[in-house]
């Protein structure tokens, strides 16, 4: 009897496991296809099957994606617009987390009235579709001279991801120790040194869990990135699918896949390398109050 | 402590780009809808036209529509297979980090690269189709990206494969937390593992299902970048939503009070999905 159910259970925990693989291979597959594929021949391509691991080992395709592929009218390759990306992405970074820190501070460790209200429509801006700000926010664009550019993206990113940052470090200052803030004020520090010396030298996990959140985020970002900027400020979301999507000339897929690798590269670095902040920031972002 | 200047100063320029980016430009844009502004702004009042239009174009219901049925689907497979895998994954397994990661990376990718993935892996052409009948099933067809009637399901896939292991994420929390003295009673009991889940532990659950749905059913309704590299709203206009509408409108069909009177249902909505639940929440942490 206990015989049947051990083998009961052990059949189980194989089927598991069976299911669990199944499951991983699934997920894995687009990004297999991807590398496998940008490794071949267009013609291997073709005639061969997408499943398959090339047979021709070529490295054409990355070389032509990174520096000869056809963007809109220019054969630049993406690289131009990889640069864009990152200089889009330190700035408006470091000025969203900045801000967020700060208010998070402020309206954790500071009583005035409406800052309830105030948190609650910082709150409500991370839902907004962005479609509701996309035809003032061009305007003001072109009146402060920033549109089609690289500036311009930073102020847009940095703006609409306040209300995330300040979200992050509001929900962990929150839960700071009350005692550490009173007894440093009773010792005569100030804003600033309460700041610098207590509340963010123990803050480094909600600021690495902002800037992982921010850096995917504004990395992927699409839409802004479409309204706003033009073939010098692309970046490189844009620019990959203006390759993927231009409609001249034959369908180069291996160096499409190419292209889509490196944009997807350096979200998948950080991933890898961090994921467990990158989980934290998912988590904190979706249980909001 | 109460606020003195320098904190109140020190949160000013957010207060004023948060009020002026947000909710000015929400007002700004919602005055739009209500003018007759083509290819610039105008401010010339005009009343409901823009909207009584919107209302008769064809393309505004067909978005409508598909919007219906995307949300419809991507929201009911993704809570189902999220809780699936994070039940799998609570089996005590080897692995366990591994196999999460596996799930969830494609949350760290944009949507244009994963839908230029599935793009190209959809299409009969040189995808699934073309291997299956390279490796011999001659007459396997699946061309359901070129299909007007059926081009929208694709989008289905691609969004809960990207998706699913988040929704997992939010499971796995939840089923973290609940009470094992229950579960303990109830095996103790005889229940078998299946009616565990059933009767005690998916229950528990529901305010991860309410969080989870509000978020899914918030991002179906922005979907734009996905549909953008997937199918570009075609094969004619089969898989547009009404991102795609409003941005159509706006930017290239010259009809800015129609763009933005289709913005202004898209906030509406998401509205109607995220303020009781933002109001439920803020409540909660209030009384503790």
């Known amino acids: 009897m206990a015989d049947t159910r051990d083998k009961g259970l052990v059949a189980g925990r194989i089927f598991l496991y069976l299911v669990l693989i199944f499951l991983a291979l699934l997920f894995l597959l687009p990004m297999y296809v991807m590398l496998a594929n940008s490794f071949k021949p267009l013609e291997e391509i073709r005639n061969g099957q997408l499943m398959a691991l090339p047979i021709d080992w070529t490295t054409a395709p990355w070389r032509s994606a990174w520096s000869t592929a056809q963007i809109g009218v220019q054969a630049t390759g993406l690289r131009p617009y990889f640069i864009n990306s990152f200089l889009l992405v330190i700035p408006a970074v470091a000025i969203s987390t900045m801000f967020g820190a700060l208010n998070g501070y402020i309206l954790t460790q500071f009583q005035f009235r409406g800052a309830n209200l105030l948190f609650a429509l910082m709150l409500f801006s991370v839902f907004i579709p962005f479609q509701i700000v996309l035809i003032p926010m061009a305007k003001t664009l072109g009146t402060l001279g920033l549109a089609g550019t690289v500036k311009g993206l930073v102020l847009v990113n940095s703006v609409y991801g306040i209300g995330f940052t300040t979200l992050f470090f509001r929900n962990y200052y929150a839960a700071f120790p009350v005692e550490l803030i009173r007894s440093a004020r009773m010792d005569g520090a100030r804003f600033f040194a309460v700041l610098f010396r207590i509340l963010l030298p123990s803050s480094s996990p909600i600021i690495i869990v902002t800037v992982i959140w921010q850096f995917t985020n504004i990395w992927n970002e699409f839409l802004f990135g479409a309204s706003f900027s033009d073939f010098s400020s692309f970046p490189l979301t844009v620019a990959l699918n203006n390759l993927v999507s231009s409609s001249t000339g034959v369908k180069e897929y291996n160096v499409h896949f190419a292209g889509a690798f490196i944009a997807a590269i350096p979200t998948l670095i950080v991933y890898v390398a961090s994921g467990k902040y990158f989980v934290r920031g998912l988590m904190a972002g979706s249980v909001k109050g | ?288």
């Open chain 2, 1 to 288: 402590m109460r606020a003195g200047w320098l904190p109140k100063l020190l949160l000013s320029p957010s207060v004023i780009l948060v009020l002026v980016c947000v909710y000015g430009y929400i007002m700004f844009t919602v005055y739009l809808s209500f003018t007759a502004s083509t290819m610039m702004p105008a401010y010339e009042w005009s009343g409901t036209a823009s909207y009584q239009r919107l209302f008769r174009l064809a393309n505004w219901n067909v978005s409508v529509g598909n919007l219906a049925v995307f949300a419809t689907l991507y929201i009911l497979v993704t809570l189902v297979l999220g809780l699936l895998f994070a039940i799998l994954i609570d089996q005590q397994i080897q692995a366990e980090g591994l196999f999460r990661s596996i799930f969830l990376y494609p949350m760290a990718i944009s949507f244009i690269v994963t839908g230029t993935a599935w793009k190209w892996l959809l299409d009969p052409g040189i995808g699934l189709e073309h291997t299956m009948r390279q490796i011999g099933w001659e007459s396997f067809s699946f061309g359901w990206i070129k299909q007007a009637d059926m081009a929208i399901y694709c989008v289905v896939i691609a969004a809960v494969w990207q998706t699913t292991g988040f929704v997992m994420a939010l499971f796995l929390a939840g089923l973290r937390g609940i009470d094992g003295e229950q579960i303990s009673a109830a095996r103790v009991d005889g229940a078998r593992p299946w009616q565990i889940y059933q009767r005690i532990i998916i229950p528990q659950l529901g305010p991860v299902f309410v969080s989870a749905f509000v978020i899914l059913a918030h991002m179906a309704i922005k979907s734009y970048d996905l549909i953008i590299a997937l199918t570009n709203g075609g094969p004619g206009r089969a898989t547009w939503l009404p991102s795609v509408f409003m941005y159509q409108y706006s930017f290239t069909r010259n009809e800015m009070s129609v763009g933005a009177a289709s913005a202004v249902l898209m906030l509406a909505a998401i509205g109607v999905v995220v303020l009781p639940y933002l109001v439920n929440e803020m409540r909660k942490v209030k009384h503790g």
